[in-house]
């Protein structure tokens, strides 16, 4: 018998692959050639083999139809700061105008490859727990933490963008199927929706396990970057607290990997994260900057796909550089224009790009900003996942939300992002008049420091807030619209008997 995964998904669809064909060497950026099968008795015969499989959880989760690219668009594009260009289809027009239909493709793939990750990861459990002889127990529960972390990324990005944020009801709405079993037969296909607080608690469960057992570091800073240790869960988990509006547990965490009060700030126990001297630095290759705490790998053969590398879609259109789907937007609502971007911010003169179209008798001449984070074609850069400039703001804005006050604390860690970059544009103690003031303050440098990688749709909906008008598109998607969060896929509907459609 060959070992395969059947897809609860999409069981009579496609029998899909659980073993991927990458460098026995974890040095080689964890990527996949052409997959393979297996017999049971042979996928786990080896420490290497072992390896292999992990590998491929990576490889999957790093796919450009998830982290490869477009989950990160599709979060990105649903906020206010970025303009579609060429009303294309195929690449998150209808995530940015709020019009995805069960039937689209974007929300099909999107679904399918998350849980194609998360059945890879607990087959794979599985399997270790089958397998008890063929690695240490130390070894087999570091792996169990990679594959645990890796199922809870994953499933934090679906309930993002198929459930009602944890902020409504706490939790209570429909959330997820959570399917935590190894499934390859349809047996378990039909399986009810978990509520949104039991898709979180099996999310911090996952991340709690992973921070107990994952290492401290690698032997590589390569490694560091591309394999989930013991920071990556901790920091992982303030974004989570984050979106649950578990801002006591933000702090806890956070206090684990920034122990200062005053900068700068710098985890003193496991990989030594900090702020990168210069932002630049952290989209550079080796991509392996102190303040890249999980990023996924990319190579000039293995990359994320022309239409899903985030260079496509918010770098500058032309040879060489992207598609230039998305620039940002020029008016009052978006971030580009708004006071806090100062002129002369780094993340302004060094990050973004202005592309000019000449005047025409009838047109004037127009600048289109666009975002150069991600600047290479083909598109090999490694999409940062988890930052420490993260980290720091995740903690700024659960420190002041809990102190209620314009807290000093919370005001040194949002200036120690801003101060890198625009460090004459610090605040000051009495900047804030309100703990409220610094909260706005903190939530307008998230969406500087973090332009483009995946942050804004979901930071305006775990606050449970309208989702934005946008030049060219409808007014505000109130919280109770369907559209405020997408469909479930029709496959999902027609396959899972006790699936429902989002309402």
């Known amino acids: 018998m060959m070992l395969?995964?059947?897809s609860s998904y999409a069981a009579r669809l496609m029998t899909l692959l659980l073993i991927f064909a990458v460098a026995c060497n974890p040095e080689e950026v964890l990527s996949p050639t052409q997959p393979i099968t297996l017999p049971d008795a042979d996928a786990f015969a080896s420490p290497s083999r072992v390896q292999l499989q992990i590998n491929g959880l990576y490889a999957s989760l790093k796919s450009g139809q998830f982290l490869g690219g477009r989950m990160q668009v599709y979060h990105e594009v649903r906020g206010e700061d970025f303009t579609n260009r060429l009303g294309n289809n195929v690449t998150a027009l209808s995530a940015w105008n709020y019009s995805q239909l069960s039937t689209n493709a974007e929300p099909f793939n999107a679904w399918t490859t998350g849980y194609l990750t998360i059945n890879r990861?607990?087959?794979?459990?599985?399997?270790l727990d089958d397998n008890p002889a063929v690695v240490d127990e130390k070894q087999a529960n570091h792996y169990r933490g990679e594959a645990r972390f890796i199922r809870a990324v994953t499933y934090y990005f679906l309930v993002n963008l198929y459930a009602r944020p944890y902020a409504i009801n706490n939790g209570s709405s429909p959330g997820l199927p959570l399917r935590v079993e190894a499934e390859t037969t349809p047996a378990n296909r039909d399986l009810a929706r978990s509520t949104v607080a039991e898709v979180y608690n099996q999310i911090t469960q996952d991340l709690d396990y992973a921070e107990q057992n994952l290492p401290l570091t690698y032997t590589t800073p390569l490694l560091n970057v591309t394999r989930a240790h013991r920071n990556s869960a901790i920091a992982f988990k303030t974004r989570v607290y984050l979106a649950m509006?578990?801002?006591d547990k933000v702090v806890e965490e956070a206090r684990k990997i920034v122990p200062q009060t005053t900068g700068p700030f710098k985890a003193t126990s496991g990989v030594p994260h900090e702020l990168?001297?210069?932002v630049t630095a952290v989209f550079a290759a080796p991509y392996t900057s102190s303040e890249s705490i999980f990023s996924l790998p990319m190579t000039t053969n293995d990359v994320p796909g022309v239409q899903n590398g985030l260079g496509h879609y918010f770098n500058r259109p032309g040879s060489g550089f992207g598609n230039g789907e998305y620039f940002l937007d020029p008016g009052t609502q978006g971030i580009l224009n708004n006071p806090a971007f100062t002129a002369t911010d780094a993340r302004r003169t060094a990050l973004l790009v202005g592309v000019t179209t000449?005047?025409?008798?009838t047109?004037?001449?127009?600048?289109?900003?666009?975002v150069r984070k991600f600047p290479l074609n083909p598109f090999t850069d490694f999409p940062p996942i988890t930052r420490y400039a993260e980290v720091l703001l995740n903690y700024a804005e659960a420190q002041a939300r809990l102190s209620g006050t314009a807290d000093p604390l919370a005001l040194n860690l949002l200036n120690a992002v801003r101060g890198r970059s625009a460090p004459d544009a610090v605040y000051s103690a009495g900047s804030f008049a309100t703990g409220t003031d610094l909260v706005n303050a903190i939530l307008l440098e998230r969406r500087i420091e973090l332009m483009g990688e995946g942050f804004r749709g979901i930071d305006i909906t775990r606050q449970a807030l309208p989702l934005p008008a946008k030049t060219g598109v409808q007014g505000t998607v109130p919280v109770s619209s369907q559209q405020y969060i997408w469909p479930i896929p029709q496959v999902e509907l027609d396959n899972n008997r006790l699936m429902e459609q989002n309402s």
């Not at 990861?121 to 399997?127: A, E, I, P, Q, T």
């Not at 047109?363 to 666009?370: D, E, H, I, P």
């Open 4 to 6: 395969k995964i059947n």
């Open 121 to 127: 990861c607990n087959v794979f459990l599985k399997g």
């Open 245 to 247: 509006q578990r801002y």
């Open 276 to 278: 990168a001297p210069n």
């Open 358 to 361: 000449p005047a025409t008798a």
């Open 363 to 370: 047109a004037a001449a127009v600048t289109r900003f666009y």
